[in-house]
């Protein structure tokens, strides 16, 4: 949870209006992420600690570089090391991606959650968990693509990226972007992200062996606040797990959708032909007396 | 207790004991709670709700926690009432006659026993809906506790969840406008126990029968 001030947008398990909803023509961040220019040297994992103040959880050895299996509730930054055989020519390609939340433009974690403001989405596209409003039911982990919420168990609140929402507001870089040695993190709006994107995929595919070279900034969410330039964007999977068309699950759409509705309208309409048959049918029979007039058996 | 202990009015005959009431207390006051506390998670325009129980964070804590007393007192209904439940050819009539029964045409019902086919559906919809409700709550309940690939189980279990208490919330509505607005008398025997014998020989004629052809000497 940052506590910057910042325009919300969309709000959780909000009724009513959200007070943000279209009242900035503020640009939508966005972090670029080029893989082909990682070499995994993990500072955006020891920034992103440090900047957010994590307590230090065990790291897990498994004889490769990957610090631990996933991201967790105090580790929301982490780099995903794969290695890949290419089909075309048999040479191995090592693959490093810096795993966080994307920050959909669409994000399901808000979608799911019933509490109000428990997540927000800012009118600059950062989506932020504010665990003082959170309940701890983990809807949130359900309707994320990604596999991004994670529970803290202690506290049973969730927590993850929040793109440095506190940085951002006082017009500073994420802590990732500012510790990248290599200059493979990227942040600005989204609109020069993107062209940058677009131009070093371009330079991969003519220049560098790379013909399916890509930027990943998948439609099904709305698209992300976080982009990544792949070597071959056909193939997101390879690059530990990135889905290829990532959408909101539809176990969510559908609860959140059409059987809220059903829900709604059952629930009231029932309540309303209840009340109407007791006006038009009344009691099976109003006292003792009427079922058995004179009181006696 | 046994029956012979409750003193009971003039004219009226024992319908549920005390061990049947209690546990029919239990599970109404457990699943009110569960009601309010889900519909609050529900909709944000029942968030409220969460807010005067207590806090949306205590009812998200206990809420598990009255769904398993709930269970429990489904579980004890079962154990005491599965075998009055089973469906009967009176109970085929019944059904066949339902639009009289809606229409408060009783005298037109074919004679129900203890309890009638719609009683036997509401029995049986809480009992399959409950086991839905606890099988699916107990899948969402720690969320930390499950790896990721448990998540698809998580993700069906919450639609599960919903759907289930939906249907119930149907069933409990039905059950409440019969109990408390439609049948005057059901709710004072689910409370005190007994029922006029007006009520029995009207509603139950089946088992007013056979309570009284039980005993030599029916209470009258």
């Known amino acids: ?297 | 207790m046994s029956t012979s202990e409750q003193i009971i009015p003039h004219g009226h005959v024992l319908r549920y004991t005390l061990k049947e009431r209690l546990t029919h207390w239990v599970a109404a006051v457990a699943y009110i709670y569960l009601l309010m506390t889900g519909l609050a998670f529900w909709s944000p325009w029942l968030f409220w709700v969460a807010v005067i129980l207590g806090g949306a964070p205590v009812s998200r804590m206990l809420h598990p926690w009255a769904g398993l007393i709930f269970f429990a007192a489904v579980w004890n209904m079962y154990v005491m009432w599965a075998p009055q439940m089973k469906h009967t050819d009176v109970d085929k009539a019944w059904w066949k006659a339902v639009r009289y029964y809606s229409t408060n045409q009783d005298d037109k019902m074919p004679p129900a026993g203890r309890y009638n086919a719609g009683q036997k559906f509401l029995f049986w919809g809480f009992f399959w809906g409950s086991l839905l409700l606890l099988l699916s709550g107990v899948v969402m309940w720690s969320p930390q506790y499950f790896a990721w690939h448990s998540l698809i189980a998580m993700r069906i279990a919450v639609l599960v969840h919903a759907s289930a208490a939906l249907f119930t919330i149907g069933l409990f509505l039905i059950h409440i406008y019969m109990g408390v607005f439609a049948e005057r008398g059901a709710l004072s025997s689910v409370i005190h126990g007994d029922v006029s014998i007006a009520f029995a020989k009207r509603y139950h004629p089946g088992w007013y029968k056979e309570i009284v052809g039980q005993s030599s000497t029916p209470r009258k």
């Not at chain 1, 309940?135 to 969730?158: A, S």
């Not at chain 1, 990227?186 to 560098?208: N, T, V």
């Not at chain 1, 390879?238 to 509705?261: A, C, E, F, N």
Request: glycine share 10%; hydrophobic share 35%.
């Open chain 1, 1 to 297: 949870m940052s506590q910057a001030t910042l325009r919300v947008q969309k709000i959780s398990g909000h009724a009513g209006t959200v007070p943000g909803e279209g009242t900035q023509r503020e640009y939508t961040v966005c972090k670029l992420i080029d893989t082909t220019t990682c070499i995994g040297c993990k500072a955006c994992e020891v920034a992103c600690m440090e900047w957010n103040d994590l307590p230090f959880g065990e790291t897990v050895f498994d004889n490769t570089y990957q610090t631990m299996p996933e991201t967790r509730w105090n580790y929301w930054n982490l780099i995903l090391f794969n290695e890949h055989v290419r089909e075309d020519d048999g040479s191995l390609m090592w693959l490093m991606r810096k795993n966080q939340c994307m920050h959909c433009a669409e994000p399901g974690c808000l979608a799911a959650c019933p509490a109000d403001g428990a997540i927000v989405q800012y009118t600059n596209g950062i989506v932020d968990f504010q665990q003082a409003n959170c309940i701890g039911c983990g809807y949130c982990i359900t309707g994320c693509p990604f596999d991004i919420p994670k529970m803290n168990p202690k506290t049973h609140r969730v927590f993850k990226c929040t793109l440095c929402a506190d940085r951002v507001s006082e017009g500073l870089e994420p802590a990732c972007i500012k510790s990248c040695p290599t200059g493979c993190l990227h942040f600005g709006s989204k609109e020069d992200m993107k062209f940058l994107a677009e131009g070093r995929a371009k330079q991969l595919r003519e220049h560098s062996n790379h013909p399916n070279a890509g930027v990943y900034d998948p439609p099904g969410v709305g698209g992300t606040g976080v982009i990544y330039v792949l070597h071959d964007a056909t193939k997101p999977e390879i690059y530990g797990g990135l889905p290829k068309d990532p959408h909101v699950p539809w176990t969510v759409k559908l609860w959140k959708g059409p059987l809220k509705w059903l829900g709604n309208v059952a629930m009231v309409g029932g309540l309303i032909g209840l009340f109407v048959h007791y006006l038009r049918y009344g009691p099976k029979a109003r006292e003792e007396e009427d079922i058995n007039p004179g009181g006696k058996p």
